[in-house]
């Protein structure tokens, strides 16, 4: 059940960096309602799964540029995170796209974490 919940938050937060950003796209599967959300569930999948498996490795490995700039390089970390689930849904129905890494993949990605730890809170609170 937490895991459906992390997948919840991270379409959340998805779908407000999409309403925020307008380099970041997200297609629907559908054209109503319903394909939609499955499109900003199926993404926030995937964000989940990348965060999951490749997010610890890259991290382990940019240790010492990230104690370099006192943690700032986390967030190029997070927008590689974003940019590779863009290229992964490529290969879905699902597709998100980002127009440029500077702008919009590092303001989403702030919006997204931003999102993300609000949203985390509540969860956090209702599983406690």
């Given amino acids: 059940m937490s895991f459906l919940l992390r997948v919840v938050v991270n379409a959340l ?8 950003v307008p380099g970041i796209h997200i297609d629907a599967v559908g054209n109503d309602t319903v394909g939609l959300i499955i499109s900003y569930l199926v993404v926030g999948l995937i964000f989940g799964f990348v965060n999951a498996l490749v997010r610890p490795v890259v991290k382990i490995l940019s240790l010492p540029i990230t104690c370099l700039t006192l943690g700032l390089f986390t967030i190029v970390i997070n927008a590689l995170m974003l940019m590779l689930t863009a290229w992964i849904t490529q290969f879905t129905p699902a597709t998100m796209t980002i127009d440029h890494f500077w702008w919009d993949a590092i303001v989403g990605t702030i919006i997204i974490s931003i999102v993300s730890a609000l949203l985390g809170l509540f969860v956090d609170r209702d599983n406690r």
């Fill in 13 to 20: 937060a998805l779908a407000a960096a999409v309403w925020i």
